[in-house]
């Protein structure tokens, strides 16, 4: 503890707004001057966080709790309350924030309105860590708004393109749905205890003390808010269009953070929900079975972003499926956030290379780049050996924990659905790489390699694919100091837990089979392919199986009625004035009949 | 029984509320629509008077000077309602109708 935790928390709570409202101002300094400016500040703004990290990572740590008056005269006080899960998140947000700001300088350049690029940038990475680290659920859900603003601001960074645009506004309106469950969740909560805080509904919730149905209404609620930010079936049809956003922003908050802020919630509510029936399962068939169909929408991708993004969501599928395996889970599903938001990083900031060299999105384009990009390449495979799961990368440790907790629990159906997402994950893995980096390319073209900051970029994310699972032993020591892992969970100690891992040869069994599986349906592709229901496959998955159609027709509907009920509109002064009587006067009975009156 | 200030008070002003109400909600022109709004605003000054007493001097010529104010909007607002169509028939504006 070299530096008092009060000033790092608001030095992690303040700069990042601070430095929001500054970066426009140094637009006269020039876009190369204000890149690198925006990395320093950046760093600035990890700085605290990093610092926090061994002050809860150490064994019996306490959780660091703060409290500043936010609107004093409504009782609102921004309560901070900081435990591994908390800062682990803002660590990812921070850090992944600072490599992506620094990426941004070589891969931005000559873009305009980059001032409002890095702005937001510093907006995001505020908002998330306040999203995190508060024990407020309506200050959790004011950052959770400022996130999806975020986002939204950011697709449609290139505000000429409409494509840009309609894909900003569908991402918007989609998170809207999951939000409004979220909030009339966080009201129920309120109904049933009479406070906003975490913790206080968490310990209420253990007791018992929480009306069984109030609890678990509250409970759904909050999976659907978590169905809209994380892009579960059926609102996760922004994600994939939200690529239109330059490729860092969609490493940045459409892989490593802000699509994580729905399994966060879950996580954090967890211990208050998990007692609640049929909670665990939903959670497990949701996360299930959108880790499957999202799969399978990527296998037949042609588009090397859409691809990842349908990865990004079946990736998160695993995370919720994790939840599903109750508290035990928590640490199985963050362990595999930890994992996922590195790696995929990698694999979007890889994209990004390549796309900004090659110019084009679509993988049957670009073919062969093996010759002129060969480093590129060995990064981008860590990544896709890291998202296949192949042994000793980081995605086997933790989906290895996923098999084993879904084979414990003897959960054959959850089971068979997420082994079979394995083995589709590992030959989309495989697609991708063979598709962009072997082959021949079509037609004569000037291809570079990644320059050389963002090459450092992607090698340091390149380290944390194949080394971030070794983080095991402080990461699990963290969790279960904090009672967030379940009481049959075991501390992880790295020796341990790697022969533990090992020695369980039923579950590597049937993660080898898995990844057998998938190089198999890779091989075997050409023959597959012939046959009418992968033709089916192919044809409607490159569709979205539908679910845009679905959209149009529930926004269809509403319109439709839109109109019917626009007759109750006559723009007559005379009526108006009527309903404004007739509705004092309920407002009048209602207080009566309260006894205010 | 002789009537308290106060209660000869507060009937005028709801007297007050009522006429105006009864003119916002049955006028069809737009200047008595205004007129109706100015009546039924005077009821609750003069409600406002009669329950606070002379403590309330201050606030009650604040209304006052707003309700001034609202009804100068109001119209200027009329007046190019005028200029626009010739009418100050309010259920003939349905030009904007949703």
Known sequence: MLIDDTLLITLMIVLPFAFFGLVPLLKKLGDKALAWVSVLLAALVAVPVFLLLPDIYTSGAAPIVASYDWVPSAGLSFDVFIDPLAIFIAAIASG????????????????????????????????????????????????????GLCSYALISFNVEDPKAAKAGIKAFVTTRIGDIGLIIGIFVLYLATGTFSVQEIIALGQAGDINVNYLSFAGFMFIIGAMGKSAQMPLHAWLPDAMEAPTTVSALIHAATMVNAGIYILARMAPAFVAVDGWTTALLYLGGITALIAAIMAIVEPDLKRLLAYS????????????????????????????????????????????????????????????????????????????????????????DLIFAGAYEQELWIPLILVVVTAMLTVAYSLRMYFLVFEGEPKKERHVHETPGVMLLVLGILAVGAIASWAAVEMFSMGFSDFGLAGADFHTHYLGEFVNHTLTNLTVVGITLLGIGAGAGLWYGRNSLKSNKVSQWVIKYGRMGFGFDKLYDDVALGVKKLSIRLRKLQTGDANMNFIGVVILMLVLFVMLFMQGVL | MALEIVQIDIMFALIFLALGLYCVLSKKNLVKMVIGLEIMAKGSTLAFIGMGGAAVQGYVIIAISIEAIVAAVALSIIVNVWKQSKSLDSSKMGKLRG
């Open chain 1, 312 to 399: 990004t969501v079946s990736q998160l599928g695993y995370m919720v499926f994790a939840l599903g395996l109750g508290l035990s889970g928590v640490f199985i599903s963050q362990y595999h956030l930890l994992n996922h938001a590195i790696f995929k990083a990698l694999l979007f900031l890889c994209a990004g290379a390549i796309i900004h060299s090659v110019g084009t999105r679509n993988m049957y384009e670009m073919r062969g780049l093996k010759k002129e990009m060969p480093k590129t390449r060995f990064l981008m495979l860590f990544g896709a050996l890291a998202l296949a799961g192949i042994p000793i990368f980081s995605g086997f440790w933790s989906k």
């Open chain 1, 96 to 147: 992944i924030g600072l490599l992506v700001v620094l990426y941004s300088t070589k891969y931005m350049e000559g873009e305009k309105g980059l001032p409002r690029y890095y702005a937001l940038i510093m907006l995001f990475i505020g908002a998330m860590i306040c999203l995190v680290i508060t024990d407020n659920l309506l200050i959790v859900y004011f950052f959770w708004e400022i996130v």
